[in-house]
Nanobody, 123 residues
Framework: QVQLVESGGGLVQAGGSLRLSCAAS????????MGWFRQAPGKEREFVTA???????YYADSVKGRFTISRDNAKKTVFLQMNSLKPEDTAVYFC?????????????????WGQGTQVTVSS
């Protein structure tokens, strides 16, 4: 069992930055690929980025070059650095964990989810 707790959301002006954190419980954090998804009001949950245990990453085109995912396996934490934020980045951001080393952009393939943290970007 893995429990995920996100933090770091908030209100920021367009062009600003935020850093999200996701702290995981459990003893096998390194066995999981970690992902970030987001969901805006009235929209489906969408893939943002993911990182394998070895550090391989993949980004949605909409955030490529602006967002950076990283992980600290010793601290069982994954981070999402978000720069050059845009109003369309406004959403609830969810951390997710998937057993194994394969990155997936499909939400149903992730086994555990956090409660989410709100990110609001004002224009």
């Amino acid at each position: 069992q893995v429990q995920l707790v996100e933090s770091g959301g908030g209100l920021v002006q367009a062009g600003g930055s935020l850093r999200l954190s996701c702290a995981a419980s459990g003893r096998t954090f390194i066995d999981y690929t970690m992902g970030w998804f987001r969901q805006a009001p009235g929209k489906e949950r969408e893939f943002v980025t993911a990182i394998s245990w070895s550090g391989s990453t993949y980004y949605a085109d909409s955030v490529k070059g602006r967002f950076t995912i990283s992980r600290d396996n010793a601290k069982k934490t994954v981070f999402l650095q978000m720069n050059s934020l845009k109003p369309e980045d406004t959403a609830v951001y969810f951390c997710a964990a998937r057993r194994g080393s394969s990155i997936s952009i499909r939400a149903p393939l992730y086994d555990y989810w956090g409660q989410g943290t709100q990110v609001t970007v004002s224009s």
